[in-house]
């Protein structure tokens, strides 16, 4: 279970209300994702699974089915996690395409103030 890092093991990332669970395979996802939703339950929160994707990085995409909610969660081929877009082939060229067409944007605009 997790992903390993060092000398620990990395089960999850957490920033404000976004959290990724990080699993090695689909069995463990959705152990992980039941522990979660039965979790958070007990504190008076709930999971929008509505709301919820997963991507695996470099496996099959199928939906993950979770038996005891009823409810599927949908894969997905992008994701955005604190600015950065990451892709289910694990590249970065989209994210590399586009900073460069964010610092492109501002040289423009620095450009059309400084020399119009």
């Known amino acids: 279970m ?16 976004d959290q990724i669970i990080l699993t090695q395979d689909y069995e463990d996802l959705k152990y992980k ?13 709930e999971v929008n699974l509505k709301r919820t994707e997963y991507m695996c990085i470099g496996c099959e995409q199928q ?9 599927k969660i949908k ?3 992008k994701y955005k996690y604190l600015g950065m877009h990451i892709s289910n082939d ?8 586009y900073r460069n067409n964010q610092g492109r944007q501002a040289i423009q605009e620095l450009n059309n103030i400084l020399l119009g």
């Open 2 to 17: 997790g992903i390993p890092l060092n000398d620990s093991i990395l089960y999850t990332l957490c920033f404000a209300d």
């Open 33 to 45: 994702t039941r522990k979660l939703t039965k979790e958070y339950s007990k504190w008076g929160l």
């Open 63 to 71: 939906n993950l089915i979770l038996e005891q909610q009823q409810q």
């Open 75 to 77: 894969h997905c081929q």
């Open 90 to 97: 694990g590249s970065v060229d989209e994210e590399i395409k």
